[in-house]
C-alpha cells in the first residue's frame, strides 16, 4: 500500500526534473553556442550538424538529470517508509 503513496509523489519530483533538465540545457546550449535558443529540427538556417548535436546534448542532459532526480526521490522514499519504490 505504501508503495502507492509513490506514484503520485514520483510524478511530482519527475515534472521538477524536467523543468531543472530544461533549464539546465539552456544554460549549457548559450554557454557553448552563445545563442539564446538550440536550434529547431525545421529551422532552416541551421545544418543537419547543428540540430542532431544539439538535440543529442539536450536527450543526454534530460536523461541525466531525470535518472538522478528519479532515483534521489526513490531513496528519499525509502528513508522516509522503509520500502523501496521499485521492488514488487
Given at each position: 500500500?505504501?508503495?502507492?503513496l509513490y506514484k503520485p509523489l ?79
Open positions: 500500500m505504501n508503495k502507492m514520483g510524478l511530482v519530483v519527475s515534472s521538477l526534473g524536467g523543468i531543472a533538465a530544461s533549464m539546465l540545457f539552456k544554460q549549457i546550449w548559450r554557454r557553448v553556442s552563445g545563442e539564446d535558443d538550440a536550434p529547431d529540427a525545421t529551422d532552416a538556417k541551421y545544418g543537419w550538424a547543428e540540430v542532431v548535436v544539439a538535440a543529442a546534448v539536450q536527450g543526454a542532459i534530460f536523461g541525466a538529470v531525470k535518472a538522478a532526480v528519479d532515483r534521489a526521490g526513490a531513496e528519499g522514499y525509502r528513508k522516509a517508509t522503509g520500502d523501496w519504490p521499485g521492488d514488487e
